[in-house]
């Protein structure tokens, strides 16, 4: 971590930190009300082979609003359809990510798969003029912001009842792009994460 930071402030460049999750038509479990005495129950159906897949990018650099960059996928289970993201996914993501940012970046992820795939490194590669990789440690997942913000959205949307997956697709995006205009959530996730900037 310690290498990243100095590599971005030595091009004035964000660090940007990577990572994915999924949620099911199975809410995570929240906290609720109810009446003194009578356990709150949410009934849900909980049923189907769908869910969405969700990449997020949380964005940092020393006097800068701090940013949120994120790509979502509906999977409805049917045949012959991608299982998560690929390859091309996340380079498209790191390009938009480039774009938003205009500026060089210090992407920071994790080992799964898809990010040490022979075409994403020959893509990182062509692009080292702006484009620097670290990779978090096997099992870290406490080092990584973007955990943070996965926290918030799965505590905004527990407990929901959808009633199918555009109705959650529908509400994960919400939480997400709340999430996007207000910084001091994603800096409080660098915070959780016993990460600062120094400016």
Not at 68 to 79: E, P, T
């Amino acid at each position: 971590m310690a290498t990243g930071k100095s590599t971005a402030a030595a091009r004035g460049a964000w660090i940007v930190f990577e990572d994915e999750a999924s949620q099911s038509l199975k809410p995570p479990r929240a906290r609720s009300w109810g009446r003194i005495g009578q356990t709150p129950v949410v009934r849900v159906r909980g049923r189907g082979s769908g869910r969405v897949s969700m990449a997020g990018m949380t964005c940092f650099r020393s006097g800068e609003r701090s940013r949120l960059i994120y790509s979502f996928r509906v999977h409805r289970g049917r045949k012959g359809e991608p299982k998560g993201f690929t390859w091309q996914d996340y380079r498209d993501l790191i390009v938009r990510a480039h774009n938003q940012l205009k500026g060089p970046i210090v992407l920071v992820w994790d080992n799964l798969r898809t990010h040490l795939m022979p075409q994403m490194k020959d893509f990182i590669a062509a692009n080292e003029d702006w484009l620097t990789v670290f990779h978090f440690p096997s099992y870290a997942p406490d080092l990584n912001p973007q955990e943070g913000i996965w926290s918030l959205v799965k505590r905004t949307i527990g407990n929901l009842a959808a009633a199918n997956l555009d109705q959650l697709a529908t509400a994960v995006k919400r939480s997400l792009r709340k999430i996007q205009y207000r910084p001091h959530l994603i800096d409080g996730c660098l915070a959780g994460a016993d990460l600062a900037l120094d400016t």
